[in-house]
């Protein structure tokens, strides 16, 4: 059955510390995401947010618990596994954005794909594809340093698309940006709902999660809500200039 999910968690639960300095990051978390799903996970600085999602990403191994990605159980997997499984199937987005300051915009984006064994040509082409997709066609040349935040974190954003992964995990994506920037990339979040992109957000700014399909509520390391969300509960698409 798990193969009908792009990403499944049964039991999920991670603890650090021991004794009297004990504290379970996420304990006993149960989630389904379907493919092309939008899911915002919202809550307070030290829910487990964050954990969450190194967890689904094969970034921490759990304590206990198990993970399926596209049916293909990952908890237990070596960190060269793990490594090859971040390459072609999970694209990540970070508040920091991560990108290497001494490589162009195009360059960041085209090297997962090398990494992943594609021909440069090829690699650049998809770099070049996704690029113009994410409204940056004309920095393709430029630094890191030469853009803007927004900007950067769509560089980000492409990067984390290159190998057409199953999921793209973001965590905390507009936690560095300006009104300007968290604009730019709600619009691209939007964009990518709408193309049935499967997307996972960890996120503080209500603005984000109300570009999704779902928002979970986080507290303590357990789920506390799970809110499926419709075109009315959905305002952003509108005022982004999209219809549902």
Avoid at 155 to 171: E, G, Y
Avoid at 201 to 229: K, P, Q, W
Wanted: charged share 25%; aromatic share 4%.
């Amino acid at each position: 059955m798990s193969e009908d999910y792009v990403l499944r968690a049964r039991r999920l639960h991670k603890e650090h510390g021991s004794d009297a300095t004990l504290v379970r990051a996420v304990d006993s978390v149960n989630l389904d995401v379907p493919p092309g799903q939008t899911l915002a996970v919202m809550g307070p600085s030290g829910s487990g947010k964050s954990t969450l999602l190194q967890l689904l990403g094969g970034l921490q191994h759990p304590t206990n618990g198990k993970v399926w990605l596209g049916g293909e159980r990952i908890d237990h997997l070596g960190e060269r596994a793990l490594a090859r499984l971040r390459r072609t199937s999970i694209g990540f987005v970070f508040q920091a954005y991560h990108l290497m300051e001494e490589l162009s915009a195009v360059e960041n984006v085209e090297l997962p794909a090398l990494l992943a064994g594609q021909t440069p040509r090829a690699a650049r082409r998809r770099a070049d594809e996704l690029l113009e997709q994410v409204g940056l066609a004309d920095r393709a040349r430029h630094l890191p340093s030469e853009l803007s935040g927004g900007q950067r974190q769509r560089v980000a954003i492409a990067r984390a698309l290159a190998n057409k992964p199953m999921v793209v995990l973001a965590d905390e994506p507009t936690g560095n940006l300006d009104s300007a920037g968290t604009l730019e990339v709600l619009r691209l979040f939007e964009e990518l709902r709408l193309a049935g992109q499967t997307l996972l957000i960890v996120t503080h700014d209500e603005r984000v999660a109300a570009t999704t399909d779902r928002l979970i509520s986080m507290r303590d390391g357990r789920f506390v809500d799970d809110t499926r969300m419709t075109d009315a509960t959905r305002p952003l698409s509108a005022l982004l200039g999209f219809e549902g």
